[in-house]
């Protein structure tokens, strides 16, 4: 017996050690971030957004951002595990792009961009690339009665480039990018 509880023993506190070191370097890498680790909160008009998790925008004068196979629902995130070749997955990526068509008239000869029809892996992705923000401009323009030049310069102010231009893709956040579009919508 004794045989097997030592090494047991031994195991986990080791196990315990390393778990801890790798924990402890987790936290302190956090706290090197801009955001410290925490949330990015952004507070409009009294009521409070998280910049940092996708929130759903159903209104036709707002910019969608990816879908969710969670509803947006921070406490659930993941994915709907189907694979591509699904055929329940395929049926529901189509009846997306046929909304998406729908709610945006005149780019029905457009290619859609992929991120606003297929839910990301958290299901809580806030940004969408300035492809899948611009494909929304027509839709988006005519709903707050703006030309699509405004609307267009605003994705581009909102716009954040790849980590030093070379690292990742060019990305918009959603939330941001509305809240700019309520600014300029309600400036006399």
Request: net charge positive; hydrophobic share 40%.
């Amino acid at each position: 017996m004794k045989n097997y509880i030592l090494p047991a023993v031994k195991l986990t506190l080791v196990m315990a050690v390393l778990v801890g070191i790798y924990l402890l370097f987790v936290y302190a890498g956090s706290k090197i971030l801009p955001t410290k680790g925490n949330a990015e909160i952004i507070t409009y008009k009294g009521q409070k957004f998280y910049r940092n998790i996708g929130q759903e925008f159903k209104s036709p004068k707002y910019f969608h951002g990816r879908p969710s196979s969670v509803n947006y629902k921070a406490d659930g995130s993941g994915a709907s595990n189907k694979a591509p070749s699904n055929k329940e997955y395929l049926d529901i990526v189509q009846k997306r792009i046929d909304t998406l068509k729908m709610q945006n008239p005149g780019m029905e000869s457009i290619k859609v961009p992929v991120e606003l029809i297929t839910a990301s892996g958290s299901g809580l992705d806030p940004d969408i690339s300035p492809e899948g923000a611009l494909y929304q401009i027509k839709r988006i323009a005519k709903a707050r009665n703006l030309s699509e030049e405004q609307v267009k310069d605003v994705v581009a102010k909102n716009t954040t480039p790849p980590v030093l231009h070379l690292l990742g893709p060019a990305k918009v956040n959603v939330l941001e990018l509305n809240l700019a579009l309520d600014n300029i919508s309600t400036r006399p």
